[in-house]
């Protein structure tokens, strides 16, 4: 037998919930996972586990797997501490995530991710091939990125290229969502122009302190046809006066 039928347990894994908190795989039945974002009106298309063993999901978003690590250096820089509670919008399948997940304190990483096949690998391969299921992340399949639903405050939010992707109406309610669980005074990084319509994220308390290009020393060297720096926006949160 070949692909997943072949696969009959799979290694622990961080769970995946929804925004009512009901997991949403069963890890030990791989073969029944089913990715319901790509049913529309068909069958549900199943979790490719054949494709996540041989890490494609390492090749889908463009630019390579080590901009994480790119990503991280330049938090690192600008000041994350272990004791931030950082939120990661589009967490994906770790790419960033598997390097912030050691370095943050237990319980204080959490990803939101509208894809089931990309946040399997991130729950079932990456965090089990670097074993963080210790550091017990904290990983959310939502449509609509109900963040929410975590019942936490953060400190930090990365937004790297999720929202500017999203509806007009969808990513006004992100950010109102972003704003009602940060605490004052948290930080949200975008590394490139923030695609907002009509100053939301000034209206919600986001203040624009910090806006610069940044290169990245890990791919300065390499013969690239991507883009090897970005322009960084980073917003702090202002409490809004009460009325």
């Known amino acids: 037998m070949t692909g997943s039928s072949a696969i009959r347990h799979s290694p622990r894994a961080v769970p995946i919930k929804t925004a009512d908190g009901r997991v949403v795989a069963d890890f030990s039945t791989p073969p029944d996972w089913r990715d319901l974002k790509k049913a529309t009106g068909a069958a549900p ?13 390492h090749r889908a978003y463009g ?53 089931l096949g990309t ?16 550091k ?37 309610r992100l950010f109102r969502r972003v704003a009602a669980t940060c605490e004052p005074g948290a930080r949200l990084f975008m590394p490139r122009k923030p695609k907002v ?20 020393p890990l791919l300065k060297d390499w013969p690239a046809d991507f883009d090897t720096s970005d322009r960084w926006y980073e917003f702090r949160l202002t409490p809004q006066p009460t009325t």
């Open 197 to 216: 319509e009509g100053h939301v994220l000034e209206r919600l308390g986001f203040e624009l302190v910090d806006r610069r290009s940044v290169a990245y």
């Open 45 to 57: 298309i199943p979790v490719d586990l054949t494709a996540i063993l041989a890490e494609d999901h």
């Open 119 to 134: 946040l399997a690998a991130f729950a079932a391969y990456e965090c089990v091939l670097h074993d963080l299921l210790a």
């Open 63 to 115: 630019r390579p797997w080590v901009l994480g690590r790119c990503y991280y250096d330049e938090l690192l820089a600008r000041g994350l501490k272990s004791t931030d509670r950082v939120l990661d919008l589009g967490c994906g399948a770790g790419r960033v995530g598997i390097w912030l997940i050691p370095f943050l304190e237990t319980g204080h990483y959490y990803g939101v991710e509208n894809h």
């Open 136 to 172: 017990q992340p904290h990983l959310l399949l939502d449509d609509e990125f109900r963040v929410d639903s975590f019942g936490a405050r953060f400190d930090v939010v990365l937004d790297f290229n999720v929202s500017v992707h999203l509806p007009v109406e969808q990513r006004e």
